[in-house]
């Protein structure tokens, strides 16, 4: 089992910035990916963001250029740094962690329980 605690949510005005923290613990040895996924009221949860072991990036489109991803595999911790925030930036943004499981044959997927960002004036 993977634990997934997200923080740094909150409220900040267009322009702004914000810096997400997902720390996980637990069976957190065969995590390959974490990402930051996000659903506003009303729309499909989307990926924002994730991140392989190896450091290897992915970004949605609408946040190219505005939001870096990082990973410290030391510290079990995955962080989205949000800049230049728009409203329609406004959602749950949830943490995510894949596990491949060889003994299995099969992967996991674990999610935290969101933290709320709001843009707004």
């Known amino acids: 089992q993977v634990q997934l605690v997200e923080s740094g949510g909150g409220l900040v005005q267009p322009g702004g910035s914000l810096r997400l923290s997902c720390a996980a613990s637990?069976?957190?040895?065969?995590?390959?990916?974490m990402g930051w996924y996000r659903q506003a009221p009303g729309k499909q949860r989307e990926l924002v963001a994730a991140?392989?072991?190896?450091?290897?990036?992915n970004y949605a489109d609408s946040v190219k250029g505005r939001f870096t991803i990082s990973r410290d595999n030391a510290k079990n911790t995955v962080y989205l740094q949000m800049n230049s925030l728009k409203p329609e930036d406004t959602a749950v943004y949830y943490c995510?962690?894949?596990?491949?499981?060889?003994?299995?044959?099969?992967?996991?997927?674990?999610w935290g329980k969101g933290t709320l960002v709001a843009v707004s004036s």
């Open positions: 637990g069976s957190i040895f065969s995590i390959n990916t």
């Open positions: 995510n962690a894949y596990k491949f499981l060889e003994v299995g044959g099969y992967g996991l997927d674990y």
């Open positions: 991140i392989t072991s190896g450091g290897s990036t």
